[in-house]
């Protein structure tokens, strides 16, 4: 598990560079590595890979995961390990999440999305350790669920009310990303916007930039409204004043390229105004 959990992740991590819409073409050959100072063989091809193509395959205690799921899944964990290398995370804290396709609501009909699990560290996630919550909070536990050590799993009350708000009101977007750069959440903690002094801003100014007052842990269901009010119903940034960005996507892939240059821009601007 370990091993193709790597695997999978080195993968992915290609594939989340290029979220910004950029093509990636791999080179596919079953012979052996070419030197380089050697001319790559006629034979060998080339084909433009699918995210779907490296999905591994299910696991047996995971084959109760519909292919939907298990992809989506694949994909957070992936998510997961490289936020944790970009060092975006707090511990245990901070969310990533998205949300399951309307194939895979429960028996009552109720949208659901993956969220971690409560107590592991983003470098710890794996695809069958992530909880499928529905959007009141209930926590979805599979008949095949009960191999993991704490089945059911702990949802951190602050990530289920940001995180629940956003896929109950913003069908366009499938993924949020929530963590805690140092300078970005520094430029959270300050009267200072967004500058448009980088071409980074620029990529992150176009995405829509809100801004939500400190109103606490968020740990209230009532300051969703507040929250999706000062989102607006375009905006794919909300920097949460005195707390931390957090970014929506139509998937994964836009989430973390809008994180990425979100905070390389806050980067920018924190050393740019320190040297003035």
Not at 108 to 123: A, H, V
Not at 136 to 163: C, E, K, W
Not at 213 to 240: C, K, M, W, Y
């Amino acid at each position: 598990m370990m091993m193709l959990s790597t695997r999978v992740s080195l993968l992915w991590a290609l594939l989340f560079f290029l979220g910004s819409g950029m093509s990636f073409t791999f080179a596919l050959s079953t012979t052996a590595a070419v030197p380089a100072t050697a001319t790559a063989p006629a034979t060998r091809s080339t084909a433009t890979a699918k995210s779907t193509d490296l999905v591994p395959p299910q696991p047996s205690h995971c084959q109760h995961y519909s292919k939907q799921e298990w992809d989506l899944r694949c994909t957070l964990a992936v998510a997961y390990r490289v936020a944790h290398r970009h060092d975006w995370h707090m511990n245990i804290f901070n969310h990533i999440t998205v949300r399951l396709p309307s194939e895979t609501d429960n028996d009552d009909n109720e949208p659901m999305f993956l969220i971690n699990n409560y107590g592991l560290g983003f470098d710890e996630i794996t695809a069958s350790s992530l909880l499928k919550v529905t959007l009141n909070g209930t926590v979805i536990t599979d008949g095949n669920d009960s191999y993991m050590p704490g089945a059911g799993g702990r949802v951190f009350q602050p990530g289920y009310i940001l995180h629940s708000a956003v896929h109950k009101s913003r069908p366009d977007c499938h993924a949020v990303w929530h963590c805690h750069p140092i300078e970005t959440t520094a430029l959270c903690q300050t009267q200072t916007q967004l500058l448009p002094i980088s071409q980074e801003a620029l990529l992150a100014l176009k995405k829509g930039i809100s801004v939500h007052p400190f109103e606490g842990s968020a740990n209230d269901v009532d300051e969703q409204p507040r929250l999706l009010a000062n989102l607006g119903p375009t905006n794919q940034i909300v920097l949460l004043a005195n707390h931390g960005p957090m970014v929506l996507g139509s998937d994964l892939k836009e989430a973390f390229s809008t994180m990425w240059f979100l905070t390389r821009a806050c980067q920018y601007q924190v050393q740019a105004m320190a040297a003035v």
